[in-house]
């Protein structure tokens, strides 16, 4: 059964991801206090993708097959990362050093080189997400068979802990921080139809308490990536669903993101990157940091978008879901 809330949801996460990566083209240096509160607000969309991610899989579990399923996602998710990620490849293995990788990456031979980019997902800002949620595709019988015996998610909130205590880093250490989100996921979708009620029934308590820990965050200067904005997350992934039940929200341009998100996914970071150059080659610095021109910007990296996936979908009408993913 198709879930119109959780589309919704997928188009609101897509949104998340390119506004969180779309921080890096202005320079927040003369409202620095407005940039950290932007990125609270806006940053890490990855908790939302991730969380989509875990409910639908077990929305779907009772169909699944092993084989089928690792071939879908290969087809689908794989091989769009290992085509979109090319050019980025070349361009950092051939013509450009790329900034923030370990010191020795660049003594080792160009062809493994080319091997830790696709392993780690580091030539793109948001493609490290593709190797990490690989891992859980492999994991699939162990988290159907988790489903399926229930008592398993009695260990949520230690599972929380341990996703608090292990930050982002590495691809299994970002796997073992992002399996709670990925299971708290599944938890919510496994008692939909007690939780659902539940959520539009206390949805004023999950936004105070949205509220509440937002003020933490900004008062108190927890990192971006503390255990003060994961807990916030994972409240706000339920006021969205609670939000979305309630008020049977039907956007169109929200329904349309998610008809596009993998797309999107795949190929807003050249964009982005693209204008970062033009912005350093053309004016020397980039644009100064204001929320309204953030947002323009933003919208305008999601029509982009839109148009680059709509020529795509229409030269390739039955395989551009093997390019970019939709």
């Known amino acids: 059964m198709f879930l119109s809330y959780v589309h919704q949801f997928r188009g609101i ?39 989509i991610a875990g409910y639908l899989f077990q929305h779907l579990s009772k169909h699944y097959e092993p084989k089928k399923y690792l071939s879908t996602k290969l087809k689908v998710v794989i091989l769009p990362y290992l085509l979109v990620s090319l050019p980025a490849i ?7 050093e790329r900034f923030g990788l370990w010191p020795e990456f660049y003594e080792n031979p160009q062809w493994l080189q080319v ?31 988790f489903d399926k015996a229930r008592w398993p998610y009695l260990l949520m909130p230690a599972l929380i802990i341990v996703s608090i205590y292990i ?12 399996f709670s989100i990925y299971v708290f996921g599944m938890f919510l979708s496994h008692f939909k139809n007690k939780i659902n009620l539940l959520l539009t029934k206390f949805l004023v308590i999950c936004l ?9 965050y900004v008062e108190y200067y927890f990192e971006e990536y503390g255990y003060i904005n994961f807990i916030r997350k994972l409240i706000v992934c339920c006021l969205f669903i609670g939000c979305l039940l309630k008020f049977n929200l039907k956007i169109y341009f929200i329904g349309l993101l998610g008809d596009y998100s993998f797309g999107i996914f795949f190929i807003h970071s050249y964009i982005i990157s693209l204008i970062k150059m033009a912005e350093d080659s053309f004016i020397g610095h980039y644009w100064q940091g204001h929320f309204m021109a953030f947002l323009l910007f933003v ?20 395989r551009s879901r093997y390019l970019i993913g939709c």
């Open 299 to 318: 919208f305008a990296i999601l029509l982009i978008c839109i148009g680059i996936i709509n020529l795509i979908k229409k030269l390739l009408p039955t």
């Open 115 to 145: 091997i830790y980019f696709y392993l780690n997902g580091s030539h793109l800002a948001p493609l490290w997400f593709i190797p990490m949620i690989f891992l859980f595709y492999l994991a699939a019988p162990l988290l159907v068979a």
């Open 13 to 51: 996460a897509i949104f998340y991801i390119v506004s969180g990566h779309a921080i890096s083209a202005f320079d927040w240096h003369s409202n620095p206090e407005l940039g950290r509160i932007t990125k609270m607000l806006l940053g890490n969309g990855t908790v939302f993708f991730v969380f």
């Open 208 to 216: 105070l308490l949205t509220l509440f820990f937002s003020l933490i």
């Open 90 to 96: 070349i361009y950092f293995v051939f013509f450009q």
């Open 167 to 178: 930050p982002r880093g590495s691809i299994i250490q970002s796997f073992y921080h992002f």
